[in-house]
């Protein structure tokens, strides 16, 4: 079974410029998850989509921080405009609805952002 | 805020057992420990999880206190491979209970 693909896999970018991320989850998975990883610490959630609806965004910073799941597959994150405070690893999870572990998130490798 | 406590680094000799231990003295009657396991340069990946009783699998086994405040993961044969950050996580099952992760403990084998 093919994984959760991200890319780019690495984007180097000047503040206040643009940048979008794509993901395709494992097939099947009708639950995304958008992480950002700050080096040293651990994943927090960004956002989270059943299907194409949105369950949490509670921690997206919407002035800035944008994300889609159109028809529910695929998934896009945009950052307009980039701070420096953006570069992190922004991860990409999957998970199905009924799996043997309900709460077994399947991660992609990321994307590293680095905002000069 | 994370709801467990970890230690931030620890080292094993390969081939022997890394036990690695989180606190959750808060933790609810509903909420289960879950391991995740984060290799340098890549995604996390599960490892275990259980709600009160110990667990083994073909990566780990989990223990857990009899008061479910603390638990430890025990990788039985620790190899190179091994070398990663492992974090401890308290959610709950069902529902759309998110996984916030701490900094979890950084384990290095040792050849």
């Known amino acids: 079974e093919a994984g959760v693909a991200q890319s780019p896999r690495y984007k180097i970018i000047e503040k206040r410029q643009s940048v979008a991320f794509w993901c395709n989850p494992i097939s099947g998975h009708a639950t995304l998850y958008w992480y950002q990883q700050i080096l040293g610490q651990g994943p927090k959630l960004l956002i989270q989509f059943q299907n194409n609806g949105v369950v949490d965004d509670s921690q997206l910073p919407k002035d800035r921080f944008s994300a889609e799941r159109l028809k529910g597959v695929d998934s896009t994150l945009k950052i307009q405009p980039a701070k420096l405070e953006d570069s992190a690893v922004y991860l990409c999870?999957?998970?199905?609805?009924?799996?043997?572990?309900?709460?077994?998130?399947?991660f992609g490798p990321g994307t590293r952002l680095t905002v000069l | 805020d994370a709801k467990t406590t970890q230690p931030p680094s620890m080292d094993c000799a390969e081939g022997r057992a890394a036990n690695l231990p989180c606190n959750h003295s808060?933790?609810?009657?509903?909420?289960?420990v879950y391991w995740y396991r984060q290799i340098h340069s890549q995604g996390p990946q599960y490892i275990i999880h259980g709600l009160k009783n110990n667990e083994t699998n073909e990566m780990a086994s989990l223990i857990i206190t009899e008061d479910r405040k603390s638990s430890t993961l025990i990788l039985p044969h620790a190899t190179l491979r091994d070398t990663a950050v492992y974090y401890c996580?308290?959610?709950?099952?069902?529902?759309?209970?998110?996984?916030?992760f701490g900094t979890g403990t950084r384990l290095t084998i040792i050849p």
């Open positions: 996580i308290v959610s709950t099952f069902f529902g759309n209970e998110k996984l916030t």
């Open positions: 808060t933790i609810s009657g509903n909420e289960y």
């Open positions: 999870a999957s998970r199905t609805l009924g799996g043997p572990v309900y709460n077994e998130q399947f």
